[in-house]
């Protein structure tokens, strides 16, 4: 509530009847805040180096759930790190038992192919068939076997 000071006859103040912003621009700010730190902690800080890709990119999921291959061979879902053994158990918790989920798979570009099909067979007998490699975005178009590029069409 405000007052309005201006010259009258009377003494009592007259109200004015506008909406004081300041703390609605104050709540807005810690809001800002707070999502400024939260943003950064909900992606997934599993350290991997990803080979690139020339494949356009496909639109991401809202929730996506990442199996990470390590250089070390080690596994993880999400941020959490789990065995050969644990890893058909983690994903039925993780996907709450619907195998129809996708399963994003990310390997560290020193992973041997073997090593990575060893994990796609391992996801297949847990039951997920729908698997989703990742690798980075943007990446420069490969060059064809025999290594010249190949001429412009005209």
Not at 54 to 60: D, I, T
Not at 97 to 125: H, P
Not at 128 to 146: D, F, N, W
Request: aromatic residues 4%; proline residues 8%.
């Amino acid at each position: 509530m405000g007052a309005q000071l201006h010259h009258s006859s009377s003494d009592d103040l007259a109200e004015t009847h506008e909406i004081n912003v300041t703390p609605f621009i104050d709540v807005m700010l810690v809001l800002l805040i707070i999502f400024m730190v939260a943003a950064p902690l909900s992606t997934v800080d599993v350290l991997v180096e990803l080979p690139a890709s020339a494949a356009q990119p496909q639109n991401r999921p809202k929730d996506p759930l990442f199996l990470t291959i390590r250089p070390d061979l080690t596994l993880s879902v999400g941020n959490d790190s789990v065995t050969s053994d644990q890893l058909a158990a983690v994903l039925d918790q993780r996907t709450g038992g619907d195998r129809q989920e996708r399963i994003f798979l990310r390997a560290d570009k020193t992973v041997a192919y073997g090593e990575m099909m060893n994990v796609m067979n391992a996801l297949r007998r847990a039951g997920y068939l729908k698997i989703a490699l990742v690798g980075l975005e943007g990446a420069p178009a490969p060059t064809p076997p025999g290594g010249a590029a190949a001429a412009p069409a005209r």
